[in-house]
């Protein structure tokens, strides 16, 4: 079983930036592809990006491509979301998440979440 811990949450303001850390325990890291979701107030919970077990492919959601950045590290089992010219429509709480291939087009594992608040 793996936990997923997301951190790194907090207040920006618009144009700021803010990383957010997600640490995995309990599972064989660099076998699962990693992801980050959102859920905003009054709207449904959307994909971020997701990263591959290598790092080779990463998918962005349109409106984050150029602003925000998805990295990992299989060694300290982390993954990483660098977010600059952060919006007020990033506000949201933005979960970790977790899956094998055998688990694809579903995710297995995910985080309590961790609060971003983007002030105007």
């Known amino acids: 079983q793996v936990q997923l811990v997301e951190s790194g949450g907090g207040l920006a303001q618009a144009g700021g930036s803010l990383r957010l850390s997600c640490a995995a325990s309990g599972g064989t890291f660099s076998s699962y592809e990693m992801g980050w979701f959102r859920h905003a107030p009054g709207k449904e919970q959307e994909f971020v990006v997701s990263i591959s077990t290598s790092a080779g492919s990463i998918y962005y959601l349109d409106s984050v491509k150029g602003r925000f950045t998805i990295s990992r590290d299989n060694a300290k089992n982390t993954v990483y979301l660098q977010m600059n010219s952060l919006k007020p429509d990033d506000t949201a709480v933005y979960y970790c998440?977790?899956?094998?291939?055998?688990?694809?087009?579903?995710?297995?594992?995910w985080g309590k979440g961790t609060l971003v608040t983007v002030s105007s």
């Open positions: 998440a977790a899956r094998t291939l055998a688990m694809t087009p579903n995710w297995g594992y």
